[in-house]
């Protein structure tokens, strides 16, 4: 009888030990996989919005009654609408993406400037 409960102990211990679930691994915060798809993605623009956008601007531009600080805005923005509408083409490279965010924050930094 005794010889019997420690053996039912000992399937009880093995049990519960085998029974627990393993702590959670962290999944990683940076995938590679992500980073090489990152570095040639496509951009979903429409192209028709983009030379709508231009052709207000170029519009924009013919008004005599604009101040100096509104024509420089109006044409940082013409310039970075030029290059969306280049990269919105085909796959964006790291360096064009960088250059797209770079006149990206030009253009709005010059309208919050001006309008704030």
């Not at 979903?44 to 919005?49: A, L």
């Not at 923005?77 to 790291?94: E, H, M, N």
Request: hydrophobic content about 45%.
């Amino acid at each position: 009888m005794k010889l019997t409960r420690i053996f039912l102990f000992i399937i009880l211990i093995v049990a519960a030990g085998c029974a627990s679930i393993p702590p959670k691994q962290p999944s990683p915060a940076h995938k590679p996989a992500e980073r090489e798809s990152a570095e040639s993605a496509i951009l979903s623009i429409d192209v028709s919005h983009v030379d709508g956008r231009i052709r207000f601007l170029e519009n924009m531009l013919k008004n005599k009654d604009l101040t100096d600080e509104e024509r420089k805005t109006v044409l940082a923005l013409l310039d970075a609408y030029g290059l969306l509408k280049k990269t919105a083409a085909g796959p964006v490279t790291g360096k064009e993406s960088a250059l797209l965010t770079r006149s990206l924050f030009q253009s709005m930094s010059l309208m919050e400037n001006n309008y704030f």
